[in-house]
């Protein structure tokens, strides 16, 4: 924690200092310093410039295994939603965080169902539009892409058919 208040403090989105902060926000890590950025550090997010490019480990630490911690996706999805991450601000935690709010409302394993109805409610409600698609056409990380992910031109149909049902339920209400 005290690395970063110390990168909160003096690093002025420092590349060099960004790349040590990010290396235990990877999945193989303890969550709580994930949780620490979203929750008491959370401008960082708008400091913690980094081209997914340049990162010094590969983007798949980031992103395998998927989070399932249900209090750190509501704050991943939070942060998209609200603007406090931002592609042009925080590359790898903007993908990072779509990676994994994505995969979780897709995931058709059968637990957290409305957590995650009303999580595909709010991006369809989003505002931005950018993110909004990001969110619900997002495919996988690839680097050579903009914002480092491939998204998809129309959505599977196992998707499409999720999406249908969650615009029917707004529709209703």
Known sequence: ???LQQYEAVSFGD???????LLPLQQKHVIQL???????????LRTLYLP?????????GFLVPEESDTELLRLYLEGLLSGSVQPRWCPVLYLTSVHHVNRFCYTQDGKHIQLKHNM??????CQRPEVKQHLLFYKTADISRNYGMELY????????KLMQDIEQSLNKA
């Open 1 to 3: 924690m005290a690395l």
């Open 15 to 21: 590349s060099l200092f960004g790349c040590y902060i």
């Open 34 to 44: 994930r949780r620490a950025v979203w929750v008491e550090y959370r401008g960082i």
């Open 52 to 60: 997914v490019k340049e990162l010094l480990v590969p983007i798949e």
């Open 120 to 125: 595909l409610r709010d991006t369809v409600s």
């Open 153 to 160: 031109d129309t959505l599977p149909p196992s998707r499409q």
